[in-house]
């Protein structure tokens, strides 16, 4: 089975242990390492999780380049919203997911592989716990 195919799934952690946790599910659900990233409200919390799991950060071979120059000008949580939206999650969900990441939560994310861009979303996306918009 290929990534390529597959079903993006995010689920929301509160710790790294946690997250090494679900990113060797992840792994044995057939998703490719670079394909598996770890996201949180700081970049360098975000890059010390990513070094110390088997998890990436989400680069420009996901977001796309035209999402990654954009980043540059944003703030924050803009930049936050824009890389999950890159990878199929709605806008709705991606102000959800924000939230909890300035609740110190970290999220994990088995991404299908597909790149969206504007206002596309994957409505198949798994998120985990189960949040109702």
């Known amino acids: 089975m290929t ?11 509160k710790n790294m242990l946690e997250v090494q946790e679900q990113v060797h599910r992840f792994q044995r659900d057939g998703y490719e390492r670079e394909n598996i990233f770890v996201l949180t409200h700081d970049k360098d919390r975000t890059a010390r999780i990513a070094n110390r799991t088997d998890a990436e950060q989400i680069g420009v071979s996901a977001e796309g380049v035209g999402t990654a120059i954009a980043n540059i000008f944003r703030s924050t949580g803009d930049e936050l ?3 999950m939206r890159s990878l199929g999650i709605s806008k709705q969900y991606a102000e959800h997911l924000e939230e909890q990441m300035d609740r110190d939560k970290i999220l994990v994310i088995a991404w299908g592989g597909k790149e969206y861009k504007d206002d596309e979303f994957d409505s198949s996306v798994y998120y985990y716990p189960e949040y109702r918009i």
Not at 5 to 13: D, F, I, K, L, N
Request: cysteine-free.
């Open 3 to 13: 990534t390529q195919t597959m079903t993006t799934r995010v689920h929301t952690v």
């Open 81 to 83: 919203r824009a890389k």
